[in-house]
């Protein structure tokens, strides 16, 4: 069992939450995350990077001089790849970086990367977090009194484009709700900011999971 304190949006702790970190996950596996991470980081790239290869480069193709008798290393023609301007002998074309880990590695993943964050003591619960008017001076207003620097995520129990809007301006501030979240989104950020109802969206009975 451990013992989280839970604050409300002026960074006043109202009550404090028991929680059996069995209910989250029942173990972290350092190998899992990391196959994790690295396959959101990988669906994140681009895959356009592009240089020519010597069939693709402007040029002639007729052998700059003749093979003996010049003093000069022997060369072909312009396009070479060992010559200024010549087409790259290992070019680089499109490609899709993608791929996909089990839905059930994954979501195991996510509650792992939740519980090493409440272990570290970087999870901050908030009993709620609602804004009445799009305003970032009020998310930073928030940020201040949790005592929490803009590298964070805010994790809502459904979505709230108030909340969304109002963050989206600070640099390292992510609001998502708690069915986007993945092992990256809570890994990347120092701080993860939650809303009970976010935090209960990932409890299951320990029997519960003992079936899987």
Known sequence: MVTIPVYNMGGTQVETLELDEQEI????????????????????????AKTKTRAEVAGAK????????????????RRSGVRRGGGHIFALAPRD?????????????????????????????VDEMTFSEIKTKKMTELLANLKVDSSALIATDAYDLV??????????????????????????????????????????????????
Do not use: C, W
């Open 97 to 125: 970086f993608s791929y996909r880990l089990p839905r059930k590695a994954l979501q195991t993943a996510t509650r792992m990367a939740l519980l090493s964050k409440i272990d570290s003591q970087n999870l901050v619960l």
């Open 25 to 48: 996950a029942r173990y972290i596996n350092l190998k899992l995350l990391h196959e994790a991470v690295v396959m959101y980081q990988a669906n994140l790239r681009q895959g356009s």
């Open 62 to 77: 007729k052998k700059m001089y003749r093979q003996k008798g010049t003093g000069n290393a022997r060369a072909g023609h």
């Open 163 to 212: 909340l969304y809007k109002s963050g989206r301006n600070i640099p390292g501030l992510t609001v998502l709700p708690a069915a986007d979240i993945n092992a990256y989104e809570i890994l990347k950020p120092k701080k993860v900011i939650m809303t009970k109802k976010a935090l209960d969206a990932f409890r299951r009975p320990v029997a519960e999971m003992e079936k899987e």
